[in-house]
Every structure is written in C-alpha cells, then in structure tokens.
C-alpha cells in the first residue's frame, strides 16, 4: 500500500516556467489537499478537493491551479512561477470522516 | 472550524513527559481535536484524535479537558526521536478544508 505518492521530490524551475506537480493516492480516499511550507513556517493551504470533480480554493490559492478527474489524482499546476512559489509542497488525503495521509513532500525552487 | 492556540516552542528532558498544551476555547461541540506532528522537513503524522474522553495510543495520550476548550497530548517517555513540530486541530469528522495554525516546535535534549 504506497498511500500519497508525490513527484517530483525536487524540482528547479526559471521564473515564469510552469510545472504540474503529481500527487495519487491508493487508499480510496474522497478528500485530497495541497500545503505549503516555507522555511520555519507552518503548513498553508492551497487547494482541496471533496472529490472527482470537485476543487475550492484554500488560503494561499494565488498563482496555482488544480484538477481532480479521479478519486486517485489531484494534481497542481504552478504556471509563470515567481521565486515567493519557492517552498516545499505536501499533497495530503483522507477518507470523509479521518485523519490526514501525507505525502513527503515536493522541494520546489524557483530561481 | 475552531481556531487553535499552541506555544511556538518547548523543551524537554529525554526519557521525561512531554507535555504539549492546546488552548481551543470555541470548540463545538461535533469537532473532535486531532493531534499530528512534522518531523523535520518530512510530511506530517497523524498522532492521536479525541472528541471528550481521554484517548491513548502506542504513540501518545491525548486529555481533554471537561468543558472541551483545551487539550493536552502526552508522551508518556519522550526520546530525541520526538523532537518535532507539533499541531493541534479541532474539525468536524465531515470536515473540508483543514487549515493548521504554527504549531509547537518540541525539542527533546539528551
């Protein structure tokens, strides 16, 4: 049982390049997340999704874009990435009523 | 979803109790309190959950208080393996967005 699979784990991008990072879950879980995490900080929300279809805006949605076509896949998009996107990016999952499955995590560097 | 209140920072003797303290005085009264910790720069692990009565694990003891607005997680002998960021959340188990505050960076000392 892999659980939350992230790709890349680091990534160096130009400014104004675009990426799409990868996050799948196995576990059949309805709820998927993507965090942030600049150096000595808390954990800051991006996006979530209750579903296939379904995505809302966390608390830091600026400059970044996802999808959920699946249950297993919530991929995040950064387009035109700008150095304030340096930070590590943490995919999570969670059945509707559970606890939160991380991933470990994306290094993202913007330079 | 109730805010949450955790010092920014704790020390504690390896092989002692560690004793981390969570202030969520407007809890109601459907949110349990979740516990997880961030070991260095890894993703986050779930420690612990609880709604009102006292709950212990292979990992952790979790008290909450009578009136539900604070909470304590124990580690009954913490080890230099325990240093960590920790978070304390209060959600309804049909929660959807899930947001941490900074949590409480423990540090164990030999």
């Known amino acids: 049982n892999a659980g939350v699979t992230q790709t890349p784990k680091f990534r160096i991008l130009k400014i104004g390049q675009s990426m799409t990072l990868q996050c799948a879950q196995d576990?059949?879980?309805?709820?998927m997340y993507w965090y942030r995490q600049d150096p000595g900080m808390g954990l800051k929300l991006i996006y979530y999704?209750?579903?296939?279809?379904?995505?809302d805006k966390g608390e830091v949605p600026n400059g970044y874009n996802v999808s959920r076509s699946t249950t297993e896949d919530f991929p995040l998009r950064l387009e035109l990435a700008a150095p304030s996107q340096t930070s590590v990016y943490f995919c999570?999952?969670?059945?509707?009523?559970?606890?939160?499955?991380f991933g470990e995590g994306s290094r993202l560097t913007v330079l | 979803d109730a805010k949450t209140t955790q010092p920014p920072s704790m020390d504690c003797a390896e092989g002692r109790a560690a004793n981390l303290p969570c202030n969520h005085s407007?809890?109601?009264?459907?949110?349990?309190v979740y516990w997880y910790r961030q070991i260095h720069s890894q993703g986050p692990q779930y420690i612990i959950h609880?709604?009102?009565n006292n709950e212990t694990n292979e990992m952790a003891s979790l008290i909450i208080t009578e009136d539900r607005k604070s909470s304590t997680l124990i580690l009954p002998h913490a080890t230099l393996r325990d240093t960590a960021v920790y978070y304390c959340?209060?959600?309804?188990?049909?929660?959807?967005?899930?947001?941490f505050g900074q949590g409480t960076r423990l540090t164990i000392n030999p």
């Open positions: 999570a999952s969670r059945p509707i009523a559970g606890e939160l499955f």
């Open positions: 576990m059949n879980h309805n709820y």
């Open positions: 999704s209750v579903g296939a279809g379904i995505t």
């Open positions: 407007t809890i109601s009264g459907n949110e349990y």
């Open positions: 609880g709604l009102k």
């Open positions: 959340i209060v959600m309804n188990q049909g929660a959807q967005k899930l947001v």
